[in-house]
């Protein structure tokens, strides 16, 4: 039985190499053994904690425009000139697409890049335990 000992962001992390050995070369083992590692757990954890509040924040944004404009009537002052503000919330909601698509591509990447280390450390823990 050896260890192997592997430099994270969180410290360095140290995993037996019985981790691997136990999977019997199936596919379904190794992933199950990855899915429950801790690190794939916070990166899911992770996910979630971005992407709930960004849909959530997405749909009342979003829903707020058609909600607001049938039932009530301040957005039909005018706002500049002959443009109401129903119009502006409307360009507000473009504004607001692009900058939750480009927020989630930054943080895409940073969960790529979480999601490759994880794959080099079990990259390493399967070479260790051949």
Known sequence: MSDVQIAAPEGNLKYNSDFIKNDSGKNEAKWSQIASSPEFQSLLARKKRFIIPGILFFMVFYFLL???????????????????????????????????????????????????RIREIYKKMEESSR
């Open 66 to 116: 058609p909600f607001s404009t049938s039932f009530y009537t301040f957005l039909n002052k005018p706002a500049m000139g002959s443009l109401s503000w129903a119009f502006v919330y409307g360009l507000a909601q473009f504004i607001m697409v692009w900058f939750m698509a480009l927020l989630y591509m930054k943080k895409a990447n940073r969960f790529d890049q979480d999601s490759k």
